[in-house]
Every structure is written in C-alpha cells, then in structure tokens.
C-alpha cells in the first residue's frame, strides 16, 4: 500500500480534549478510528481512549496481514467498546456510563469499509468531488431528513450536538456500514469530530481538502475551524489520507509505502493525554505515571472483550 496520512487533535477552546484519534497498519492493511467523548457525560475522554484503544489492539490481534471480513471486525469491535464502557462505569462505580461517538475505517485489497455511530464523520473525495457522506444519528440530522428545517437553520440550531446513537449507555447504538467502496490513485478519505465540520458546508471541506497536500490542508483546516468557532471553539480532531494504492499513479514527498513492513509488523499512532477533573481549573492534564494506570485499569476492561 501507498498513502500519505495526517492526524492531529486539538482542544479548541475547551478546558480538556475529549476527542481520541488512532490509526494503525500492517503492510497489507490499515485501520482509522476517530472518536469524541460526549462532554455531557462523566469520563467522555476515557470513553474514547477506550473504544480507540479497543479497536486498534483488536487490529493487532486479527490483522494477519489483512483482516478476514472488514465488516464483521468493524461491527464486533463497535459491540465491545460497546460493552467494555458498560463494564468500566460498574467496575468504578460511575454515576453514569462514558460515552462516545465513533466513526472507524478499514483499507485493505484497494478498497475502504466504514463503520460509524453519532456523528463523528468520514468524507470520500475524488478528483474534486464528494463520492460519500456519513450521515450524522443526530437529531439536526433527523429535523433535515423530514424536511423541518434548513440545512442554513441546521448551522445554528441549539440542538446541533446532540446525537441519538453513541457507544455506552444503556442502549445499543445505532450503527450505520458502508458497503465495499473501491479506492482509486488520488482518493481522500477524511474523518473528523463536529468540532471541525460544524464550520464548515460539505462543498468547502471538499474543495479545502482537494486544494493541495494533506498536510498542508488538513491542519489549516483545523487552523480556521478554530478561528470560525472562536471563544465556543469544541475539540476538533481529523484523520486525513491521500490513497496512492498499489499503482504508483500518486505520490509526494509525505507517501508512506508499506511493502518494507515485515509479516506481523504493525505501526501504530494513538494521542495517549487523559484528563481528570481539577478543584481549580475544572480539568487537569494527568502524569505519565497516572496515565499508566488509567490504561491498566482500561485494560482489564478491554480483555473482557477482546476475544469477543
């Protein structure tokens, strides 16, 4: 494979980054997970370094160098995460359970499968244009679809964060998969949280990210978002890749080729910062020590459900 990828989370103007991004491959194969913790509700951050984590640990375990049904790995990674932040909030005796949206993608075999719950989102764009959307389980989403308001309305409608499908809580979530969709030399695939897209109609994310490089686009993407949002700035975060393929047709100096990975080898990429609540300021960034511990804890979760 032959790609080039940009990943990058920011805080915007809030105390503490709730959003998660991660991706990891092999030489055959690649996994993508952007999540955003739901501020509303006790530990979104944890909510979301666990499903990230969950799901590229699971990759390692199944990626053998491909994994064996993309749609079946993205929909039996979505349940454990699923079920491991149930199993956290019990086991710490949480008032309430952590939630996050997810939206995670799987390439492999010249061809991308997505899988999304809220309204995190994947963009599929090629040559200028959008070819895919993930539509948002939210309830602005719902006001468009039955036509009782406008998409301008729906920019600045109060109840434009909430959503209706989330991992954690005491429903299953609503999950929505794409089919196989073949990927050609030059195709971008973008996943990002609300706090980047809410600044944005889907025609200028499409021409903004067609516009050059990713790594040049994709961060002044995050870089005007902030600036449109101002002081309500929310955490944004993107996940931004360039296909190359296996034709060789694309590439620049940024181009990630994966045929020097050995059978097993992976390369993995994950924001590790957690956060827990402060007297003073409302938020803290944790140690590395304490970091260490949260993700112990994390894990004794996570092997509850790894085998799932």
């Known amino acids: 494979m032959e790609f080039s990828i940009y ?7 809030r105390k503490v980054n ?7 491959y092999t030489s055959d194969s690649m996994l993508l997970v952007v999540c955003d913790g739901m501020g509303g509700h006790i530990g979104g951050e944890i909510a979301a370094h666990i499903t990230v984590r969950l799901f590229l640990e ?9 994994i064996a049904s993309p749609v079946v790995f993205l929909q039996k990674s979505l349940q454990a995460a699923h079920a491991a932040l149930s ?25 991308a499968f997505w899988a999304h719950a809220g309204d995190s989102r994947l963009y599929h764009v090629r040559k200028g244009k959008l070819l895919a959307r993930t539509r948002d389980h939210s309830k602005v989403q719902y006001l468009l679809d039955n036509h009782m308001i406008t998409p301008a309305e729906a920019a600045t409608h109060p109840d434009r964060h909430k959503v209706f499908s989330c991992l954690g809580g005491g429903v299953e979530p609503t999950v929505d998969f794409s ?14 949280t609300d706090g980047l897209w809410s600044s944005f109609d889907d025609a200028e994310i499409v021409h903004r990210l067609s516009s050059g490089p990713i790594g040049t686009v994709a961060p002044e993407l995050l870089a005007e978002s902030e600036r449109r949002a101002g002081i309500d700035c929310d955490n944004l975060s993107v996940i931004a890749v360039a296909w190359a393929g296996e034709s060789h047709a694309w590439q620049d100096g940024t181009t990630t080729r994966t045929e020097t990975l050995a059978l097993g080898e992976f390369s993995t990429q994950m924001d590790r910062t957690i956060t827990l609540a402060d007297p003073d300021t409302g938020q ?17 979760a996570l092997k509850r459900h790894g085998k799932s």
């Open 58 to 66: 699971r990759f390692q375990n199944e990626a053998k160098p491909v």
């Open 18 to 24: 709730q959003d998660r991004v991660g991706y990891v």
């Open 284 to 300: 803290r960034e944790l140690s590395d020590a304490e970091i260490e511990r949260a993700i112990t804890e994390i894990q004794e």
């Open 179 to 192: 089919p196989r969709v073949p990927l050609n030399g030059g195709d971008l695939l973008l996943m990002c």
């Open 87 to 111: 199993e956290y909030a019990q086991r710490f005796r949480l008032a309430d359970t952590p939630r996050t949206t997810c939206v995670a993608c799987i390439v492999q075999d010249e061809a």
């Open 7 to 13: 990943q990058d989370t920011r805080r915007g103007a």
